[in-house]
């Protein structure tokens, strides 16, 4: 009985886990959408990447992403990489900046 609580407490624990890297992905691709004004009906854009990459700071994390975005007026497509900084806050974690290179 006591393994199978303590298998469900590290299962809890371990989707909690997802959960809270999941949401600190979706806010650096919604960020991302921003810098780049990837809204704009004009755009089409594909991620094709997505990670974790250093930090500017001990407490915080970082989130690297690979986007190509096509122009639909130009036909152009330009790939950015774009790096998104977190900062550790009381609740959880808040973005820094976005830089798109």
């Known amino acids: ?3 199978l609580l303590v298998i469900a407490l590290l ?4 989707t ?3 959960g809270r890297i ?3 992905v979706i806010m650096a691709t919604e960020d991302v959408e921003q810098t780049l004004n990837l809204l704009n009906p004009d755009f089409r854009y594909v991620i094709k990447g ?4 250093e930090a500017d700071d001990s407490t915080g ?3 690297q992403t690979v986007v190509a975005v096509r122009n639909l007026i130009t036909m152009q ?3 950015w990489t774009c790096t998104t900084q977190f900062h550790k806050a009381p609740e959880f974690f ?3 900046y976005t830089i798109c290179k």
């Open 1 to 3: 009985m006591k393994k």
């Open 11 to 14: 299962f809890a624990s371990t």
């Open 16 to 18: 909690a886990h997802a």
């Open 22 to 24: 999941k949401e600190v």
């Open 50 to 53: 997505q990670g974790f990459t």
């Open 61 to 63: 994390t970082a989130i």
């Open 77 to 79: 497509t330009r790939e």
């Open 94 to 96: 808040e973005i820094t």
